[in-house]
Structure formats: structure tokens, C-alpha cells
């Protein structure tokens, strides 16, 4: 992110607003926590990124009042568990410190799965997996693909290695969707192949599954590594997060998005920002390079981007997808969640090697309970 699009203080009106010295203002910039620039009217004086100042005087009140600290944490709040899977910094998203969006360019699910888990064996990707057969039709959308992929999920499976576990895990979540065995085909070929996408889709598909593999510690992903804490199985795990993802505020988004561009000036504006990337889903942009959009999504989206300054988040783009290349109406939160499980798997297997259960304090909020005129 540019200076040019952020609001800066000078370093007077940086401590001053954080109740800090100077040293105490130099030192937060050395250690990441604020950006600094320089003034483009006098190279020798600094200006500080007023967003970073803001966020520190909201954390600082934030640890002045404790029980207020731990009631937001779980709402867009202060970090609640350590990762070394994926960070979201200053707009760019990494996947164990390598930029996602570079890594969309040429990597395959597969191989972002074995970055994402880290000393993972790919060549289990190499080797067929045990599918269950017959297979289902193929299914999409929040619903049925759910449905389809925790049935497949939940079939009885033998003790396996991690490896060969994760291989056959990401291929029942394809197999849910296609309807047929992948084999040891990649899975964006595998899945343009079953619903007779063009070529040009396949590269588009295979960028989605990575860009969606996953984003920190999102709604679906906390409840993995939460089921995971308990030692339940990967699958099981999975099942966790695929319900999680159904949800109209999640992946289900798609839904809401779909419905949007086929009447855009009849229903509320969905999908169109994201909270942690005020510039803009640098992953919609990734994606969508090169597709062809429809003409009607081109034109509301250069409508929504004058009307309000806001660009697609992935949840958009993925329906834009699916949309250009006439994939089955659904694909797109179908994707979301093949990538995504990448993600989770990177989760639950984190998590239980800290073998630490996740269990949280409710603050009981009642009223307390009147007394019993019996006893009166």
C-alpha cells in the first residue's frame, strides 16, 4: 500500500495520540507495529500511517480493560492463537511467508497443501486413494455439496499415513463435487474435465483452489483447530469446517453474490469488501485476471467501484468465475471449499500437535434470578 492512500500523522501527533514518547514512537516502527514514510514535502521529516496509530490506542484500551478485551476478541479482535500457517499483512497474504498470489500463478492445490502442512510427502499425490463406490452425482452450492462431501467424509477409513490421510482427504472433497474418482489427476483438471469447463477454465480453477487454501484464522478454520483440540480425526475436523463454511456469512456468501448479479439493482450490495484488506481482496484481482466477465458483471462492477470506491472480495470474483466460463451454477462455493481444505487440514494438524484443548469462558449475562416467594 502506497503512502498516497493513507491517511499520516507526524511523529507529534503520532505519540501524542498513543500518550507515548517519541523513543517510545521510533521503537513501535522498528518492531512492524506502524508504518512510517517519507514527507513528500520535506524528505528529512517522517509521517506515520495514522491507521496503525488508531488500531494501537483501540489494543492499548483494549488491555486497560481486560473483561472488554477478551468480550471482542472473538469479533474481528486481538489474535487468540499463534499459527505459523498463513499472515495478512499490510494487504498481502502469505502462505507460510510465501505471497499467495505469486504462488497462485503456478502452483497447484496439491502442492499449496504440502507448503501450507509443511513436511507433508507429496508423492502421496502421486498414488491413487481409497474412494468409495459407488459414487453420488456430482453436487453444488452450500447444501448439497455439504451434504455430499460429509457423507463421503464420513465413510469408515483405514489407519493411514499423514500424507496418504491429507491426499485422500482433498480427493473425496473433489470427488464430491465431480461425481467421479480423481485418481492421480490434478484436481482443478480433474474438476474442469467432470463438468466439461473449457481450457482456459482449468487455469482459472486451479488459481481459485489455491487462492482460496486458506486466511488465517477465519470462521471455519477456528472451528477446526477447536474440533481438532478435542483429538478428534481429520475428517472429522474437515466436517467441522464444511458446516462452518455453508453459512450465509462465510462461503455461503456466494449464494448472496450470485443472487446480486443476476438482478443488481433489486437486492443489497454482498461481497463487495472485506475487513482486513481496506485497499481492496487482492485475491479477486488474482483471480479474475484474464477472464472473460460477462458484460453485465463488468458493468456492475465498474458501477459498484464508482458508486462506493469498493472492489470485489474473493466471494465475487469466484461467482464472476463461474459465471464466464458457464461453470454449474454452485461451482463457486464449491471451490471455495475444495481449497479451502487444504487450509483446514494445515489447522487441524497444527493444532493437535500442541495438544491443547480450546476451551473458552462464557460471561453470563442474565438476570439474576428473583427469589421464590415460597421461601419468603
Known amino acids: 500500500m502506497s503512502a498516497a492512500s493513507l491517511d499520516l500523522a507526524s511523529a507529534e501527533e503520532a505519540s501524542s495520540r498513543l500518550g507515548i514518547s517519541r523513543a517510545s514512537l521510533y521503537a513501535y516502527v522498528s518492531r512492524g507495529l506502524i508504518r512510517s514514510f517519507s514527507s513528500p514535502h520535506d524528505p528529512r521529516q517522517r509521517l506515520y500511517a495514522l491507521e496503525d496509530v488508531e488500531t494501537l490506542v483501540e489494543r492499548k484500551a483494549r488491555f486497560r480493560r481486560p473483561a472488554a478485551a477478551a468480550a471482542t476478541a472473538l469479533d474481528w479482535g486481538l489474535p487468540v492463537l499463534e499459527t505459523s500457517i498463513t499472515q495478512i499483512l499490510d494487504g498481502r497474504l502469505l502462505y507460510r511467508g510465501h505471497d499467495a498470489l505469486a504462488l497462485a500463478q503456478r502452483a497447484t492445490l496439491e502442492e499449496a497443501a504440502c507448503l501450507l502442512i509443511g513436511a507433508?510427502?507429496?508423492?502421496?499425490?502421486?498414488?491413487?486413494?481409497?474412494?468409495?463406490?459407488p459414487l453420488p452425482g456430482p453436487?453444488?452450492?452450500?447444501?448439497?455439496?455439504?451434504?455430499?462431501?460429509i457423507r463421503l467424509l464420513s465413510e469408515p477409513a483405514p489407519r493411514e499415513?499423514?500424507?496418504?490421510?491429507?491426499?485422500?482427504?482433498?480427493?473425496?472433497?473433489?470427488?464430491?463435487?465431480?461425481?467421479?474418482?480423481?485418481?492421480?489427476?490434478?484436481?482443478?483438471?480433474?474438476?474442469?474435465?467432470?463438468?466439461g469447463a473449457p481450457d482456459a477454465a482449468a487455469e482459472a480453477i486451479r488459481r481459485a483452489l489455491v487462492l482460496c487454501a486458506d486466511h488465517e484464522l477465519s470462521s471455519s478454520a477456528f472451528a477446526v483447530r477447536v474440533t481438532a483440540s478435542t483429538g478428534a480425526s481429520l475428517r472429522h475436523a474437515v466436517i467441522a469446517g464444511l458446516a462452518a463454511l455453508s453459512g450465509p456469512y462465510h462461503g455461503g456468501m456466494t449464494e448472496r453474490v450470485r443472487a446480486f448479479l443476476e438482478a443488481p439493482g433489486s437486492l443489497p450490495r454482498p461481497g463487495f469488501r472485506h475487513r482486513l484488506y481496506p485497499a481492496g481482496d487482492p485475491r479477486a484481482g488474482a483471480l479474475l485476471e484474464g477472464v472473460p466477465l460477462l458484460a453485465s458483471d463488468s458493468t456492475t462492477l465498474q458501477a459498484v467501484a464508482a458508486a462506493s470506491g469498493d472492489r470485489p472480495s474473493l466471494d465475487a470474483a469466484l461467482v464472476m468465475m463461474e459465471r464466464a466460463y458457464g461453470l454449474p451454477v454452485g461451482a463457486a462455493y464449491t471451490l471455495f471449499a475444495i481449497g479451502r481444505t487444504a487450509g483446514w487440514l494445515a489447522h487441524a494438524i497444527e493444532q493437535r500437535s500442541q495438544a491443547a484443548l480450546i476451551r473458552p469462558r462464557a460471561r453470563y449475562v442474565a438476570a439474576a434470578p428473583s427469589s421464590d416467594p415460597a421461601s419468603s
Open 161 to 195: 499415513a499423514r500424507a496418504t490421510e491429507v491426499a485422500a482427504i482433498l480427493r473425496l472433497a473433489a470427488a464430491a463435487a465431480s461425481g467421479a474418482d480423481p485418481g492421480t489427476e490434478p484436481l482443478h483438471r480433474h474438476l474442469a474435465r467432470a463438468w
Open 139 to 149: 453436487a453444488f452450492g452450500p447444501h448439497a455439496f455439504t451434504a455430499q462431501a
Open 120 to 133: 507433508l510427502d507429496g508423492e502421496a499425490f502421486r498414488r491413487p486413494s481409497r474412494i468409495p463406490e
